[in-house]
């Protein structure tokens, strides 16, 4: 059954009658990881893989909301110390909070909401669920006052506050801003972006999803934040942004091995990112694909963010001949991200599960990249 059936179905045998139907996306990342809570530039697109929701004010100060996939049902009032026990609903919860604290207005209602993002796989199934509720909410009781920038706050905010992972800003502000086949540099120190057409003719773009959950809640992403929060303290700079290799080196003995190889990823991820978004547009896909290789050398060896499974897809793409390969997103699990030539690709694939589950006992799952738009009013 499609998505939004199942989902005004059961709005409809839950609470009667039908709300309002909201959806935000899932992201990939092209490069740029690790790069947003340093201050650097990201380029990531909104995916055609969805969190979709029905919502309707229900005249209380109660939230009523049942989630389809987890077949749990939450509720809670809007005050700090109702916070709901149930993770899924914590996000919610927090998105809530996160706009009453800004001001805004938020009333009880009655939802519904299902997705088709992949959970654990790195494509940022929670920065979907933030930014649907974030979107709807600020168009059902703010007359869409918030401005989407914060309406990314308000999703990261919810991360940092009520989830407990110190994320950076690019997932949410990937959601928001999705916009049909587009990619999107972000400078996450200015906040100023531009939109880049995706037309990679003759590639495709295809995420081999390893099965290895990615869950960032207390994971030792965090940490790989706080030491590059160490390394800029020791700089005397507010973020990695600021730094070069030869200001690196010049600390290098004042810190330790790990905070000095996590900050090098950093330094040589922030260039990596300008490179692939000149190669795209001058259609030098050698280019992006070799920093995409070295990407997923930098988060492997120096950032250690990947796990055996990674990187044997990573070695599969290599042999295979795929232009680029590299983990995507936080890591620690989840999905590589490919370009591959399209006469390639069947080879690709099929080596790819067949090596994979040689090894592993199952196949890694494959998910071609549809570049869509961002969080958004599905129906009235
Ligand atoms: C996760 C985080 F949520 C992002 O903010 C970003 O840091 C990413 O990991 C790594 O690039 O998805």
Redesign the pocket.
Known sequence: MELKEKITGTFESRFGGHGTIYASAGRI?LI??????NGGF?FPGAIDKVIMAEIRANGTDKVRVYSIDIDDYAEFGLNEDDAPKASWARYIFGVCREILKRGGKVEGFDAVFAGNVPLGA?L?SS?ALESCFAFALNDMFNGNAIDKFELARIGQST?HNYCG?N?????QFASVFGKKNHLMRLDCRSMEFEYFPFEAEGYTLVLLDSVVKHE?ADSP?NKRRASCERVAKRLNIETLRDADKAMLESVKSDITAEDYFRAKFVIEEKERVLTVCDALVKGDFDTVGRCMYETHDGLSKDYEVSCEELDYLNDIARECGVTGSRIM???FGGCTINLVKNELLPGFIATAKEKFNAKYGHEPKVYEVIISDGARKVEE
């Open positions: 990342n740029g990881e690790h790069t947003d809570y990201v790195g940022s920065a991360e992972v994320c950076g800003i690019m997932d960032l992403y997103g936080g890591g």
